[in-house]
T-cell receptor, first 113, second 112 residues
Framework: KAGVTQTPRYLIKTRGQQVTLSCSPISGHRSVSWYQQTPGQGLQFLFEYFSETQRNKGNFPGRFSGRQFSNSRSEMNVSTLELGDSALYLC????????????FGQGTRLTVV | AQRVTQPEKLLSVFKGAPVELKCNYSYSGSPELFWYVQYSRQRLQLLLRHISRESIKGFTADLNKGETSFHLKKPFAQEEDSAMYYCALSGGNQGGSEKLVFGKGTKLTVNP
């Protein structure tokens, strides 16, 4: 079974731009969560999607948004990028909403210059 | 509010020595606790869950509700245990969704 796949692996953007990150969950998994990882704040929950609906949201500004498609693939979008958005963005998939175990992708490293 | 605290950013032990990575949590309900591990250049992966009460790679962790702790222990550390360890908590909300709240991690180095 293929693991969680995130694309692209690395991205460099300039301030003010927007970016879209993609996540393909493990086949058969229907829940996708996104996390931001930084040296200072560690791993912080962004949002969770299940059945194309956002089920839970972390404390991030509205510039951070996401969506899930009918095949469970998910995208997250960050608009009006700031230097502080530089981070590793991790996607995790679970078989169902509320499943206790999350399977993580390798992440997308976003650098904002 | 849900919170996970890992008091040690760095922990260094010698091979064969016992190791304990501390984790304390704050949660009003009945949480589910996890330890995740990230080896160098690998993805974050689940090491163990408190409800399974199993030993993985020689590691065990016991949930102590009185002390709100979930410390990770191994009696004899190995060099391959060197990694970043994250304690995480999952608690439901009204919608039934259970996000993971992570501690900031402890970097374990096992020296030869």
């Amino acid at each position: 079974k293929a693991g969680v796949t995130q694309t692209p692996r690395y991205l460099i953007k300039t301030r003010g731009q927007q970016v879209t990150l993609s996540c393909s969950p493990i086949s058969g998994h229907r829940s996708v969560s996104w996390y931001q990882q930084t040296p200072g704040q560690g791993l912080q929950f962004l949002f969770e999607y299940f059945s194309e609906t956002q089920r839970n949201k972390g404390n991030f500004p509205g510039r951070f948004s996401g969506r899930q498609f009918s095949n469970s693939r998910s995208e997250m979008n960050v608009s009006t990028l700031e230097l502080g958005d530089s981070a590793l963005y991790l996607c995790a998939s679970s078989p169902w909403q509320g499943s206790p175990e999350a399977f993580f992708g390798q992440g997308t490293r976003l650098t904002v210059v | 509010a849900q919170r996970v605290t890992q008091p040690e950013k760095l922990l260094s032990v010698f091979k064969g020595a016992p190791v304990e990575l501390k984790c304390n949590y704050s949660y009003s309900g009945s949480p589910e606790l996890f330890w995740y591990v990230q080896y160098s250049r690998q993805r974050l992966q689940l090491l163990l869950r408190h409800i399974s009460r199993e030993s993985i790679k020689g590691f065990t962790a016991d949930l102590n509700k009185g002390e709100t702790s979930f410390h990770l222990k191994k009696p004899f550390a190995q060099e391959e245990d060197s990694a970043m360890y994250y304690c995480a908590l999952s608690g439901g909300n009204q919608g039934g969704s259970e996000k993971l709240v992570f501690g900031k991690g402890t970097k374990l180095t096992v020296n030869p």
